[in-house]
């Protein structure tokens, strides 16, 4: 089965949108999808504009929302933190099981970490350790700006380290203005930096875009060639349909 982990350089570099993307690919190829945040910070159990709300939507799994997103933590913290504010210390054994009931009758899970790979979950675990644990492969979602170079490398040369397969980079627009020079060779830059790992690019769209501009996006960008390397033997896009 596809299991993929969205990581980013940083918060609010478009993971969500990209999973989206993502998530709509791979049901536009037969699959049956699975999408997961296991913490989300900042946001209210009922808030409709959650990053987990987004991605149920986008998966139409009909999952329940206590597996999709186990813990929400009002306060905007690494979810370690929010968590030890809110009297309640998180624990990863609750997240393991909603991770093993999603993935129970479908062929691809999408988990979207929070911020970025060293976020701490708990004070011993972060994203890294539950990419890890569940045998996720990665896609890096990174911010086209000053600063991006750094970021990636970092991100990639952890994941690598941990033993993280990377399927690739998504080099995400983060606003609509005219780029500037950095965001203007950035792409080339990791190219280059980079050879050993497939690097796109992903235009800007508003985080509220509508589901066919998502669509438009996902498949004029690079991500279905990324999705294609996850497990190979069960899954063929390139040929353009699904194994079961
Ligand atoms: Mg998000």
């Not at 139409?60 to 997103?69: K, L, P, Q, T, W």
């Not at 539950?130 to 994941?159: K, M, Y």
Request: one cysteine or more.
């Amino acid at each position: 089965m596809i299991r993929l982990g969205v990581t980013g350089t940083d918060t609010g570099v478009g993971k969500t949108t990209v999973s989206r993307a993502l998530l709509g690919l791979m049901r536009a190829d037969g699959l049956r999808v699975a999408a997961m945040k296991p913490v989300e910070t900042g946001v209210a159990v009922d808030d409709p504009a959650s990053d987990a709300r987004a991605l149920a939507a986008a998966a139409g799994n009909g999952a329940s929302m206590r597996d999709v997103c186990p813990i929400v933590l009002a306060e905007p913290l690494a979810p370690w933190m929010a968590a030890r504010r809110s009297g309640r210390p998180l624990a990863m054994n609750p997240l393991n099981e909603s991770f093993h009931r999603l993935i129970r009758d479908v062929d691809a899970i999408l988990v979207e970490g929070a911020g970025g790979l060293l976020v701490p979950i708990t004070e011993s675990d972060t994203y890294l350790a539950l990419f890890q644990r569940w045998s996720l492969d990665a896609i890096v979602v990174a911010a086209n700006r000053l600063g991006v170079i750094n970021h990636t490398r970092l991100t990639v040369d952890r994941l690598r380290d941990g033993g993280v397969r990377i399927l690739g980079v998504v080099l995400n627009e983060t606003d609509g203005a005219a780029p500037d020079l950095a965001r203007r060779t950035n792409h080339d830059a990791l190219r280059t930096l980079l050879p050993d790992t497939p690097v796109v690019s992903f235009p800007w769209l508003p985080s509220h875009a509508d589901v066919s501009s998502v669509a438009r996006a996902a498949a004029a960008s690079g991500l279905r060639g990324l999705i294609a390397h996850s497990a190979p033997e069960r899954h063929h896009f390139e040929e353009g349909r699904a194994h079961r």
